[in-house]
């Protein structure tokens, strides 16, 4: 085969790649433009293709103090913020014993924290909130974030194990051999050697919390008014215009994380993860 | 104090928030199954069973499906990562697929509600492509649409899985093979596939709960009936307060995904032998 026969060639592969390709960018983009149309939508109905007016109203009815939306965006970060702290407070003493004490039944101990993410949760969620019920947690945001902690915790404990054991334990030593006590060495030598990948578990734990629509259903419904409830009302009042604007207030921190959550997560750390 | 009462001590905590937030309510919603008036009985499953049978099989079929179509896209991506041979294609590839990874469900099901629609940008673009006209322009937001909706948002997760196996696996094996001239397809079903069935199978199995736990689609893309079980035991609750047949249908959500597990690693189990 002569080379500018070969070359051709190649460029002709370029047609079938282009059509998937080009096919996946718009199913993946397609629906993600349609709702940034519908925030800046004033008018628009069947069957014209585009929007027939365009405008800021709807964000200034959402964003207007009985809009409800200023609300719900602190609830839900108030939540998320509890959320991560709570579960940083549990998990950074479990990974650290998880990854250098001698624990019996270790492996069961990683695998119980997985099992809120291994069974359907509906149901639980449902009994969790009959029992807050009872003891007057529901419809508060201490009970949402207890329920929000016990689904994060996965990802707090396994990727706190995965940072503490990826940490050289000879530097533990060489601390404590120079006279430093246990808990200096934890807290100066251990605690910031390991804080890229606790960064990353926090950010995990926090979209967990942020996107969590269930258990915010059942547990905080309809005193504590969060992010995904709003869209969830929205939607099924038929407000395309304030559901997409809230989707798109959940949409931007969970893209924004995707793109920098690598940066936290090292190699070294990811492939410890589960272990 | 020694190293492993230190241990359990500082693992203690989180343990007992699982247990008390997860395990003692899952308990509870199995009891709660059993329950009739204060006494114990199968009335509430009878009951799921007479109202919610077609549900139950929406529900597998649904999730089955989707599990099926997640799986054969995640290896065509993974393999095109692994085994293509341009540089630039497999780039733009691995920059493309991951973006629905981390969009939460409740905005899966908003916007994808938005694009199926009958006057949504997918029958739109396809009209003004001249591929039909708008009389022929049907609506998907029903057993299509959420099908779609799980494969558009599970997919990522389990390509990045099965990629990041695939990427593991032994090249040189891969390169006598090409060497041999055996084609990549042939390459991708005989020697890296089976390498990977372990990780492609546990990222399968965890979507298909979660696909079996989802609240948020069902209710956004098809609430009417059938619909998927989810949507039945919030209906349930909020409605009836029925708190029995809810713990029933929950029950057996538990009992298909448990299954599924099962005839894994049966399978697994199977070839180990």
């Known amino acids: 085969m002569s080379s500018t026969l070969r070359s051709s060639l190649s460029t002709l592969w370029w047609v079938p790649r282009g059509l998937i390709f080009g096919l996946m960018a718009f199913f993946i983009f397609g629906p993600l433009f349609n709702l940034l149309l519908w925030t800046v939508a004033e008018k628009w109905y069947f069957p014209h293709t585009l929007p027939l007016q365009y405008g800021f109203s709807a964000w200034e009815r959402v964003f207007a103090p009985r809009g409800g939306a200023l609300d719900s965006l602190r609830n839900s970060l108030v939540v998320a913020v509890l959320t991560v702290a709570v579960s940083l407070a549990l998990a950074v003493p479990a990974g650290y014993a998880l990854a250098r004490l001698k624990l019996p039944f270790r492996s069961l101990i990683l695998l119980a924290f997985l099992i809120p993410q291994a069974f359907p949760n509906l149901t639980v969620y449902v009994n969790v909130a009959r029992i807050f019920y009872e003891i007057r947690l529901n419809g508060t945001i201490p009970g949402v974030v207890l329920v929000h902690v016990s689904h994060g915790l996965v990802y707090a404990v396994w990727i706190a194990t995965a940072a503490f054991s990826a940490i050289d334990v000879e530097l533990e030593q060489a601390a404590r051999s120079m006279g430093a006590g246990a808990l200096r060495a934890f807290f100066d030598v251990s605690l910031p050697l390991a804080a890229p990948g606790l960064m990353a578990s926090a950010i995990f734990v926090f979209l967990e919390s942020l996107d969590e629509f269930t258990g915010s259903y059942f547990v905080g419904a309809p005193d504590v008014n969060m992010l995904p409830l709003l869209l969830y009302t929205a939607g099924s009042g038929g407000n395309y215009q304030t559901a997409s604007i809230t989707a798109l207030l959940l949409l931007v921190p969970s893209l924004f994380f995707m793109l920098i959550v690598e940066r936290f997560l090292k190699a070294d750390v990811l492939s410890r993860v589960g272990r | ?273």
């Open chain 2, 1 to 273: 104090m020694s190293r492993r009462v230190l241990g359990l001590f500082l693992v203690a905590p989180s343990l007992a928030v699982i247990l008390f937030l997860f395990i003692l309510p899952l308990c509870l919603s199995a009891v709660g199954a059993f329950r009739v008036d204060q006494a114990w009985g199968l009335g509430n499953f009878w009951k799921a069973f007479d109202l919610y049978t077609k549900d139950i099989l929406f529900s597998a079929v649904i999730v089955g499906l989707s599990t099926v179509l997640i799986g054969v896209a995640s290896v065509a991506i993974g393999g095109y990562l692994t085994l293509g041979t341009h540089p630039v294609a497999v780039a733009i590839l691995r920059w493309l697929y991951r973006w629905p990874m981390f969009i939460p469900f409740i905005v899966v099901g908003q916007i994808l509600r938005a694009f199926l629609a009958k006057n949504g940008m997918m029958n739109n673009v396809a009209v003004s492509l001249g591929l039909m006209t708008p009389l022929d322009a049907t609506s998907f937001l029903d057993w299509r649409g959420i099908v779609i909706a799980f494969v558009w948002k599970q997919t990522p997760f389990v390509a990045l899985l099965v990629a990041g196996a695939m990427a593991s696996v032994n090249r040189e094996g891969i390169e006598a093979a090409v060497n041999l001239g055996a084609s990549r397809l042939r390459i991708l079903f005989e020697i890296v596939l089976p390498q990977v069935t372990t990780t492609l199978a546990v990222g399968l199995i965890l979507s298909f709960v979660t696909m079996m736990s989802v609240l948020s689609v069902p209710l956004m893309i098809n609430a009417q009936s059938p619909t998927m079980l989810t949507a039945d035991i919030a209906f349930r609750v909020n409605s009836y307060g029925d708190y029995g047949v809810a713990n029933a249908l929950g029950l057996i959500s538990l009992v298909l995904a448990a299954s599924v597990a099962w005839i894994y690693l049966r399978i697994s189990l199977k070839e180990q032998a």
